[in-house]
């Protein structure tokens, strides 16, 4: 099990190097700030830098992975992670169709209630603000488009 962290972590600190290098293809700065090599330069150092520190981890410690079993999910996280992906696979098939809006309500109010939250007025609020209000923040402030969908809401 040690050496599948060990292979894990090399690589991903492989594919942080070639993240950076491919960074300095693009401007690191622009007029307005950050320019287009800016995020992958630090995505791509802080990937690396967390993947040698998981390497040296793993080289260091005696038995910090010997129980293979412990990585396995149980039957209860099973479900909750197959809940989440249907989920982000629904909200993949419907979002050109009825647009940001709609399927991020839907998604905000039925995945926290298939999770088994129990405060429906909570979980409304905060859908409607998850959806319609970081809609307008990026459509209209940060002029990003979304897609509007079939009822132009």
Not at 14 to 43: A, E, Q, R, T
Not at 71 to 84: K, T
Not at 94 to 103: D, K, V
Not at 120 to 132: C, E, P, Q, T, Y
Request: hydrophobic content about 60%; proline content about 5%; overall charge positive.
């Amino acid at each position: 099990m040690k050496r599948a962290w060990q292979v894990g972590s090399i690589s991903f600190m492989l594919m942080s190097i070639l993240v950076v290098v491919h960074s300095f293809k693009y401007s690191y700065g622009d007029d307005l700030g950050p320019g287009p090599g800016f995020f992958p330069f630090w995505l791509g150092l802080i990937t690396g830098g967390l993947s040698l520190g998981l390497l040296l981890q793993t080289c260091l410690s005696k038995d910090l992975f010997s129980d293979a079993a412990a990585l396995i999910p149980d039957r209860a996280s099973i479900v909750r992670i197959s809940i989440i992906v249907i989920g982000l696979l629904g909200v993949l098939a419907l979002l050109n169709t009825l647009g940001f809006r709609i399927s991020m309500l839907m998604f905000l109010i039925v995945l926290p209630l298939a999770l088994g939250v129990k405060n429906k007025l909570i979980v409304l609020i905060l859908a409607i603000a998850g959806s319609f209000g970081i809609f307008h923040i990026f459509y209209y402030w940060l002029k990003l488009p979304l897609p509007i969908g079939i009822f132009g809401i």
